[in-house]
């Protein structure tokens, strides 16, 4: 059974950081490329950070790709998104995602989804 557990997330002041992790398991993890979206009520998940299977290869949305970064740990079945100078327009649920498709996870289709993590935002 694949599992895909979000942490890291909390309340912080605009120009604060955070780090959200997400433990994988029940997958051969680096068969698989991941990714990172967001969530606001009422609204469609937006993919925020996508990396492939090695890590060697990412991308970031432009609202975000000066302040986050996505890496992984393919000994510990780690993702991470490492965010800095957040901004009240980041409070948002946020989703982990895997596929063994790169192109599923950029197009927002992954086949697994984690629970998410709220990060909020105060101005």
């Known amino acids: 059974q694949v599992q895909m557990v979000e942490s890291g997330g909390g309340l912080v002041q605009a120009g604060g950081s955070l780090t959200l992790s997400c433990a994988v398991s029940g997958l051969t993890f680096d068969d698989y490329a991941l990714g990172w979206f967001r969530q606001a009520p009422g609204k469609g998940r937006q993919g925020v950070a996508f990396i492939n299977y090695t890590g060697r290869s990412s991308h970031l949305i432009d609202s975000v790709k000066d302040r986050f970064t996505i890496s992984r740990d393919n000994t510990k079945n780690m993702l991470y998104l490492h965010m800095n100078n957040l901004e009240p327009e980041d409070s948002d649920m946020y989703y982990c995602?895997?596929?063994?498709?790169?192109?599923?996870?950029?197009?927002?289709?992954?086949?697994?989804w984690g629970q998410g993590t709220e990060v909020t935002v105060s101005s």
């Open positions: 995602a895997a596929d063994r498709s790169w192109g599923a996870v950029v197009r927002g289709t992954p086949t697994y």
